[in-house]
């Protein structure tokens, strides 16, 4: 059986989703944004929403992410997306 592997740390792939999960929450005026999930076991997911009161919070500490990993393109796209909020 092989073992799950465990993300705690944000990486490129996580900045990708969460611009695309943004725009499509800001073109859609939803309430909520996706932000992740984890896998408990075969049967059962928990999954992660942030409401829209804590969007610019959450925009925040994703753009502090994005520097850390020295990707500033995604520090932009972030930037630009709290604009439109």
């Known amino acids: 059986m092989k073992k799950k592997e465990k993300k705690d740390n944000v990486d490129v792939e996580y900045l990708d989703m969460m611009v695309f999960n943004f725009q499509y929450a800001i073109d859609n005026n939803l309430s909520t ?10 049967d059962y997911l928990k999954e992660y929403w942030v409401k829209k009161c804590d969007w610019i919070k ?8 994005a520097a850390e990993l020295e990707e500033y393109e995604y520090c932009n796209k972030f930037k630009k997306l709290k604009e439109l909020l």
Not at 33 to 42: A, Q, R, S
Not at 58 to 65: A, D, G, K
């Open 58 to 65: 959450t925009l925040n500490v994703l753009i502090s992410s």
């Open 33 to 42: 944004v996706h932000i992740g999930y984890i896998v408990i076991d075969d």
